[in-house]
Structure formats: structure tokens, C-alpha cells
């Protein structure tokens, strides 16, 4: 293999992980079995709201093989979940942050809200023992709408949150905004509703937690997305144990999307609890119990508004939400509708003034979370279905009123806070048309009509803000972490290298991408680069993988660290070669001296930092090992257009997508055929969000109705089409990789691409209005009421 | 009440006594230690614990340990061969990138290779329709379809 060769950087290289996981020799954290290790069960409750007056355990604890049985009031000196966001409201008041505690203490708030713990032989043995457990409630009115919770009469859920109201938040001019609708030619008026959605990784939650008398230590396996941050919370925070003394591995993880952020009670309880058996403990959620409890998404109640002038330009946008919490605030719920919402409402338009007012309530569910997206979803659909609206109002073709309303000079400071760096949206929004192929669209339609079907077409402009975050600016915001990441290169002796990456893989391929990275940069084959994450007991720190950071933040610490290497080896090889430092070049794997044919490869000078016998150790230390943390500058933005066409059947209201484009800028992408599968698998959340997936709970009882895989409708292979999927590139101009992120995109623009083509469907029979997701329930009666 | 169990697990014999009520997807994994068989739900919807029992894909969690005794199971483990060199199947699934997170990857793997045994030359539409049972949330299964395709392709050679 010729040097040139090294370089695979833009390449699609098959991916790394790949083998273990087609051969089953993966790890998983349900794979991982100590010697010795019971089973834990959590018994949850079956009511919405209820007051505990009485737990009797006596009977579960003398069952068959019962270790121990906890409830609440067992975990002394435990400490509640912690938010890791704080928001100040409109008022000047921090937002109400009621306790969560990791076992109910007096009162239950959800179906599926964690009452007690029993702890077994075999997970049977806790599973029956745990329905021997008798819980006296005394069950209380419930509320799961937000609109509902926010009522006079509503049922009060926190002692702490008069109103069941987290915080009122604005953002923007409001005086500005005002004044733009007062000289308005035309406003457009939108109620929507983006509903509520379970994230549904295939892998459920699990984790296996020991204790070592030993030394006083635990160690947690976990399906976590960020198992630094998972400690720093568990053990500051909730336990009030040193760091220094609990290890979390995150192994392999069957997916994220968001839902495996979080510090959950289960995980927490499991290591408290493992001490005091002292023997390991395993617990793996049925997905029963991933519906009950894993955090949901979404569920957004939205009031919009668009100005505009004559000529189809936007003056101003007013956007109202109501965003439901759920029972408890999960670790980053507070910044989801505000942070990651209101900012994005830009979109990619120069609408000059825009005020948004966010109010956040209690509800009895499950929280509610980041999920694939995490906010800008819900901006997309709101700011891309307005403008979907307003153009049919105002007579001016899709495409035209984006185009008059582009932002096209960069760097651009929006009215809500952001700075887009760069983008090219004419680019994207034209290469969407192209391979979309708009210019037939007439021409389909008139024949689907001639079959009696409906067909419509649908755009989505949408941007989104990744790379998350400039710590100074998100610690501004309320952050109570850090955003950074960190990249540890050490080469070894023989001039292998070991990477240690903060952020994490559930999917993302991360050992692949990172690997070119590192392979290209150093001149040395992939092979002998391995990339280490997932374990607080060997890699320094790392905030994790989620906001499509990983290649942008956790990627650039990986170069930071590559640039200290190399400038290290550089005086190494000024040494050896016995020139000047500034004369050394690196290149194809070897340092050079300018203008000369003498060199020492990568491998010789990983070589001498390790067997220093002819080494400047008068001025250099031996060893070739940095570590960097790297604090981005500013959010990246990724942008793209999204088109879907749909056809629907008026009599039996069925959609089918008989077309999805997408044309995304990523910026500089390392591995296409990644980028690609990043897009795909986001596309099908987004059209499952829009046509097939609602989480719904019962709105008396408060009983999860849609609590497993018969009921909550995943988007399965039939669902799909293929998807046409193109890039462009404006390289993001503040990291040296020059990428933005790709995972989110997907599922942040079909959305409002989908229901945009519905609603050009429907237009020709009458129907005006029609919410996620667009069922054939919802359609055929949108179609007959509007007869 | 125990029940005793004989059957051939990747070509070799396994002979043990299990509780009656043990889901064949938990013997698998916690009496064989074959932790490639996946279980993803509990209603016999998501398709990640799929096997082949005597050559044809079976969800493991929809069946007893007992229901299975003198059968042929092959498990994800049991089809690279020796060597390790992968079934065309999963080199085609790695060709095409049709896994991400791999953990619906073992049954949809060997879904496939059962449709594959039924309908050697499937179309999109028929491979789409055949693996309606086996759920994958990262992939959008785009190239899961493509690769099988392909893997079908190549068990032809």
C-alpha cells in the first residue's frame, strides 16, 4: 500500500465494529454476567398519581431466593435526581425543580415510576417475589396533557409547582416582534401539535453493578450514550461517592437516539443497593418496562405566527408552546424546548424579528427528554409548516418564498441568539428539486389522480444547531456542565495507536471514522490505529455522544491531541536527524528534513520517545502520549432540504411515501457510506414521527395505552421507501475538521417535509389541518369531514 | 418441574435440564452462553432473537426451550465458518453497511438468509415485506435490503 493510500479520509471504509456484531461476539451490557450475580426487579406502579400509604414487604422477603427488598424509604442518604440545566424564567425566577427521587417517596406521579426494588437468585425469583409486594395507594386525579395540567382545576402534582409549572421562558424581541405583525400584509396562523414519541433503541435499558469490599469500589456497566457524565452525576450528586471510586463501562450500546443520555433511578438504585448485598446485580428492562419508563420525546403544543410583507418576505414570527416534562425533570428536559427549540426558529431565513414564549409543565408520564433531534425537530416542523401555510395563502410556489427569504451572507447573527457560521442553502434546496425531480411532479399527480389518488409534495428547509457547545455560552444559558470533549492519541512503542475518545458509539461507527482520522493524519494503515470508549477506568473524561457532537467536538479533540503528537515527534526527529526543529516536516508518515532526502519514519521516532537512548531528554520528556480537550467556539449548522411526495388513498386514507430526497451540508465528511446510514436512519424516525408513531396515554386514567411494540407503531421495512439522499459541502469554519454533525438531520426535517406533502394532497379535497402522526384513522376522517 | 432437553446448537450436542416455563431464547443466552441471540421486547414483535430451527427463522422468545428438544438450532455464532471467514450473508451485510448499532443484527441476519432459502431471487418489495418482522430503529433498513440483495447473490455462487 503506497502512502497516498493511508490517506481514506472521504473514503466509505468498510466499518471496523462490524465483525463482532455479525458473528455475535459483540458485549452488550445484558451479556455481561459476573460470578455470582442475582437479578434485580423493579415494581412499578400501576397508577398515574397516587399517595402511597403503605408498603408491606414482609412476604417478598421471605420468598424463594430474595436477597433484599427496598423501597424509598430504605435509601438513606440517597440524594434525588438531578436536572443538569438550569432555566430562568420570564419572571427572573430559576425554574421549579421538584425532588426525584430514585424510589417513590409518599407518592407515585406516573405509571411505571419506580416503588420498590427486590433483589434475587434468578430474575423469575425477583419477579415473582415482587408482586408479593402489597402497596396501599390511595389513588388521586391524574393529568398527562400539558395543555390539561396548566388548567385551574388541575390536578396538583408537585407540592413545589403551583400550576404544575416548571418555568415560563421567552426569547427574542418582544417589542420588535410586535411591530413587524402591525405593518404585516399578510400573517399566517398555525396551531400545531407535535406529538409524543418513545425513543424505542432495539436495546433495551440494562445495567450490572458490583461492589468491591476490596477496595471499597464500584463498577457499573451501563447502556449509557456518556458514562463520564453518568458519573459525575451518580456520584456527586445523588450517592456522595468519590469518583475516584465507582467505574462506569458503557460497552457495546443497541442504540441511543437521545434515551440513553440520562442518569436513571434504575442504574443509581442498582449501585446503592449493590454494597449493601455485596454481591453483583443485573437488571435489564423488559420492553414493557422501556415504554413505562425510558424517557419519551416531543409532545409540544405550539401557537404559531408569521408576518410578511406583500411580496412573501418574513418580518416577524411569534411562537407560543406548551412543553410537557413529565412527572420528573430528566437530566437535560429543561433545555429541550428552550435552548435547543427557541434558537432554531430562524430556520434558514432572514425573518428579522422573532419572540417565543415557552412554558414547561408537570404532567403524570413518563419525562420527557432530548430524542433524536431533541428541539430542533420541533422547530423545523414549526417554522417549515408556517411557511408551507403561508406560501399557499399568499399564491407563491414552495420553493420561491424559501428562496426570497435565504439567508445568504455569513456569518449571520439571528435574532435568536445563534451565529451561523456558513451554508449554502440555494445549494441544497436546488439539488433536492433535482433529485426529487419537482419539475414531474405535475405530471404524477395528474396521473395519480387519474387512479383516484391524492398526490402531494412537501418541503423542508431546515437547519439545526449541532457540535453542542461553547461551554461559556451554554454555561450562560444555564448548563451546569461543561460541553467540551477529550482526545487521548498514545502511540505505542512499536508505533500502534491507542485512541481514547470521550465521546461514545451506539451506532455511529465511531471506530471506523475516528480510526481514518488518525490513520490519514499520521500516515499509518487503519489497522493499526484502535480507538478506546465507553469506560470511565481508561479514558481521561468525555461528555458523551449526543446534539451530532461526536465527529465536530469529540473528533477535533482526537486532532488537538494528533497536532500535539505530531509537534512532539517533530523535535524528536529534529534530534535524531540532527537538523532544526523548524526544518522538520511531517508528511505521508515521515518527518523530513526540508529539502532533503533524509527522514525517520513515524514508527522510528514512536520508537525513540519509548527506548530514549539517543533522546534530547536534557529538554524532552521520553514517550509519545497527549491528551487534549478541546471547547468549540460556536455551535455548527448543519442545513439541508428535504422533499417528500406522498400519495394518498381517499378511500381508505392510507399515505404512502412514494418518494423521500434529502440533500444535506454536513460539511466535510470522513466516511460517506456513514453519513448515508446517519441519514437513512433519521429519515425513518422523522417519517415514523409523521405517519406512524404517537405515544398515547389515557387522558382520565393516565395508563400508558400505547406501551409496547403491537400498540406504538416503529416504522418496519414495508413502511419505507428508498430514500434519495445527496450532500453539499460548506466546511464548518471553526474546527480543523471542518464537519457539523450528520445524526440528527433525518429526523429533524421529514418530519415537516411529510406532513407539508400531505397537506398539498389533502388541499385538492378540502382538508385544511391534519396533526402528526397522519394515520389512515386521521386522514380518511380529515377527508370526510371535509366533504 | 424440570424438563430434559437434547438438541444440536451450531453443530454440536447440548443436553440439560430446564425449568419448563425457560423461553428457548433464554436458554440460548444463559445456559448456553450464546449472548449473539438478542431479546428486544417481550410480545414477539421486534424479530432480535430470531434463530434457525431446523433451517427455518423462529423467534426464540415465542417458543419454549422444551418445544425445540432434537431440533437443529443455528445461532448467529454458527454461521461464519471456522475460520472465521464470514456467510456470505453477513460479509454481504458488512459490504453494505446494513447494521449500525448491531444489535438487531443477529435476527436480521438470519431472517434474511431464511428469506433468502425461500425466495433466492426477491425483489425490494418482497424483501421489504419479509422482514417486516424484525425491527431495526438505526438503519432505516434501506441497506439492510440491499444487502440482502446482495448476500442472496452470493449463496448462489
Redesign the interface.
Known amino acids: 500500500m503506497g502512502a497516498s493510500d493511508l490517506n481514506s479520509v472521504g473514503q466509505s471504509v468498510r466499518r471496523k465494529e462490524d465483525y463482532r456484531f455479525l458473528t455475535g461476539t459483540g458485549q452488550f451490557t445484558d451479556d455481561i454476567n459476573p460470578q455470582h450475580h442475582t437479578h434485580a426487579y423493579f415494581l412499578r406502579s400501576p397508577h398515574a398519581h397516587a399517595r402511597i400509604r403503605s408498603i408491606d414487604t414482609a412476604k417478598a422477603k421471605a420468598a424463594p431466593g430474595v436477597i433484599a427488598v427496598c423501597t424509598g424509604d430504605d435509601l438513606t442518604g440517597v440524594n434525588g435526581l438531578p436536572c443538569g440545566w438550569l432555566i430562568t424564567g420570564t419572571d427572573g425566577q430559576p425554574m421549579k425543580e421538584p425532588p426525584h427521587p430514585i424510589l417513590a417517596q409518599g407518592k407515585v406521579r406516573y405509571v411505571g415510576d419506580g416503588v420498590a426494588l427486590v433483589v434475587a437468585e434468578t430474575p423469575d425469583q425477583a419477579k415473582d417475589a415482587a408482586e408479593m409486594i402489597a402497596v396501599d395507594y390511595e389513588v388521586l386525579p391524574a393529568v398527562v396533557n400539558p395543555v390539561d395540567a396548566l388548567k385551574k382545576n388541575a390536578p396538583a402534582i408537585h407540592e413545589g409547582a403551583p400550576g404544575n409549572k416548571c418555568y415560563t421562558w421567552a426569547l427574542g424581541d418582544k417589542t420588535a416582534t410586535d411591530a413587524a405583525f402591525a405593518s404585516a400584509a399578510h400573517v399566517t396562523k398555525l396551531d400545531l401539535v407535535n406529538n409524543r414519541l418513545i425513543p424505542n433503541a432495539i436495546e433495551p435499558r440494562a445495567a450490572v453493578a458490583s461492589y468491591s469490599r476490596a477496595d471499597d469500589s464500584y463498577t457499573l456497566y451501563v447502556t449509557s450514550q456518556n458514562p463520564h457524565v453518568e458519573r459525575l452525576l451518580m456520584t456527586a450528586f445523588v450517592l456522595g461517592l468519590p469518583e475516584t471510586k465507582v467505574r462506569v463501562i458503557a460497552p457495546d450500546v443497541g442504540g441511543g437516539f437521545g434515551s440513553k443520555i440520562y442518569l436513571y433511578p434504575e442504574e443509581t438504585a442498582l449501585v446503592w443497593v449493590s454494597k449493601r448485598v455485596n454481591r453483583p446485580i443485573k437488571w435489564t428492562a423488559e420492553r414493557s418496562e422501556s415504554f413505562l419508563s425510558d424517557a419519551h420525546g416531543r409532545d409540544h403544543v405550539t401557537h404559531a405566527e408569521l408576518a410578511l410583507d406583500k411580496d412573501g418576505k418574513f418580518l416577524g414570527m411569534r411562537v407560543q408552546t406548551t412543553a410537557a416534562m413529565g412527572a420528573y425533570l430528566s437530566t437535560f428536559a429543561s433545555c429541550i424546548p428552550t435552548i435547543l427549540y427557541a434558537t432554531l426558529l430562524a430556520g434558514q431565513y432572514t425573518t428579522p424579528a422573532i419572540w417565543c414564549e415557552v412554558t414547561a409543565v408537570f404532567t403524570n408520564t413518563a419525562p420527557v427528554d432530548a430524542y433524536r433531534g431533541a428541539g430542533r425537530p420541533e422547530a423545523t416542523y414549526v417554522v417549515e409548516r408556517i411557511v408551507h401555510a403561508a406560501a399557499v395563502e399568499m399564491g407563491v410556489a414552495q420553493d420561491e418564498i424559501r428562496r426570497r427569504n435565504f439567508i445568504r451572507k455569513f456569518p449571520y447573527q439571528t435574532p435568536v441568539a445563534l451565529l451561523y457560521d456558513i451554508g449554502d442553502y440555494d445549494a441544497c434546496l436546488d439539488e433536492a428539486m433535482k433529485i426529487a425531480d419537482t419539475k414531474g411532479f405535475a405530471a404524477r399527480k395528474a396521473e395519480a389522480a387519474g387512479r383516484g389518488k391524492l398526490r402531494g409534495l412537501g418541503y423542508a428547509s431546515y437547519i439545526e444547531a449541532c457540535g453542542i457547545a461553547p461551554s461559556n455560552i451554554a454555561g450562560a444559558l444555564g448548563a451546569r456542565a461543561g460541553l467540551f470533549e477529550v482526545g487521548q492519541v498514545r502511540v505505542n512503542p512499536t508505533g500502534g495507536v491507542t485512541v481514547f475518545t470521550g465521546s461514545h458509539s451506539h451506532g455511529q461507527g465511531h471506530e471506523t471514522t475516528f480510526s481514518q482520522i488518525v490513520a490519514s493524519r499520521l500516515g499509518i494503515p487503519i489497522e493499526n490505529v484502535e480507538i478506546v470508549h465507553g469506560d470511565t477506568g481508561r479514558v481521561p473524561f468525555g461528555m458523551g455522544t449526543y446534539g451530532s457532537r461526536s465527529l465536530a467536538v469529540g473528533g477535533t479533540a482526537i486532532v488537538k491531541a494528533l497536532d500535539k503528537v505530531i509537534a512532539k515527534g517533530r523535535k524528536i526527529a529534529a534530534h535524531l536527524l540532527e537538523a532544526a526543529e523548524a526544518d522538520i516536516e511531517f508528511g505521508d508518515g515521515k518527518f523530513s528534513v526540508a529539502g532533503t532526502d533524509r527522514s525517520k519514519t513515524f514508527g522510528e521516532v514512536a520508537l525513540s520517545a519509548y527506548v530514549p537512548h539517543n533522546y534530547p531528554l536534557d529538554k524532552l520528556e521520553p514517550g509519545l502520549d497527549e491528551t487534549a480537550f478541546y471547547d468549540p467556539t460556536n455551535f455548527t449548522f448543519p442545513a439541508g432540504t428535504h422533499i417528500c411526495e406522498v400519495e394518498v388513498d381517499p378511500d381508505t386514507g392510507v399515505v404512502e411515501v412514494v418518494n423521500f430526497s434529502a440533500c444535506d451540508d454536513f460539511g466535510n465528511i470522513i466516511n460517506p457510506m456513514i453519513v448515508e446510514g446517519q441519514v437513512h436512519g433519521g429519515l425513518a424516525q422523522g417519517i415514523g414521527q409523521a405517519l406512524l408513531e404517537q405515544c398515547v396515554y389515557d387522558r382520565e386514567s393516565g395508563q400508558l395505552l400505547t406501551g409496547s411494540y403491537m400498540d406504538y407503531a416503529m416504522p418496519r421495512s414495508d413502511d419505507l421507501p428508498s430514500f434519495n439522499v445527496a450532500t453539499k459541502v460548506t466546511p464548518c469554519t471553526h474546527n480543523p475538521l471542518g464537519a457539523k454533525g450528520c445524526g440528527e438531520a433525518g429526523a429533524i426535517g421529514a418530519p415537516a417535509a411529510l406532513m407539508n406533502a400531505v397537506h398539498d394532497a389533502l388541499s385538492a379535497a378540502g382538508v385544511k389541518y391534519i396533526d402528526m402522526p397522519a394515520t389512515p384513522h386521521r386522514v380518511w376522517n380529515a377527508l370526510q369531514s371535509a366533504q | 418441574m424440570p424438563v430434559s432437553l437434547s438438541l444440536t446448537v451450531n453443530g454440536k450436542a447440548a443436553a440439560e435440564d430446564v425449568?419448563a416455563?425457560t423461553l428457548l431464547v433464554d436458554f440460548i443466552r444463559n445456559d448456553l452462553?450464546?449472548?449473539?441471540?438478542?431479546?428486544?421486547?417481550?410480545?414477539g414483535?421486534?424479530g432480535?432473537c430470531t434463530v434457525l430451527i431446523d433451517g427455518n427463522a423462529v423467534k426464540a422468545c415465542t417458543i419454549l426451550a422444551a418445544q425445540a428438544n432434537g431440533s437443529k438450532i443455528t445461532?448467529?455464532?454458527g454461521?461464519?465458518a471456522s475460520d472465521?471467514e464470514?456467510h456470505p450473508m453477513?460479509a454481504a451485510?458488512?459490504?453494505c453497511?446494513g447494521?449500525?448499532?448491531?444489535?438487531?443484527?443477529?435476527g436480521m441476519?438470519l431472517s434474511a438468509i431464511d428469506l433468502v432459502q425461500r425466495h433466492p431471487d426477491a425483489d425490494?418489495k418482497t424483501?421489504?415485506?419479509e422482514?417486516?418482522g424484525?425491527?431495526?430503529?438505526?438503519?432505516?433498513?434501506?441497506?439492510?435490503?440491499k444487502a440482502v440483495k446482495q448476500g442472496a447473490q452470493a449463496m448462489r455462487r
Open positions: 425449568d416455563r452462553g450464546l449472548t449473539g441471540t438478542h431479546v428486544g421486547c417481550d410480545t414483535q421486534c432480535a445461532t448467529i455464532e454461521l461464519a472465521g464470514l453477513q451485510f458488512k459490504d453497511h447494521l449500525q448499532c448491531g444489535f438487531c443484527t443477529p441476519v425490494e424483501i421489504r415485506a422482514l417486516e424484525n425491527l431495526c430503529r438505526c438503519t432505516g433498513y434501506q441497506n439492510i435490503v
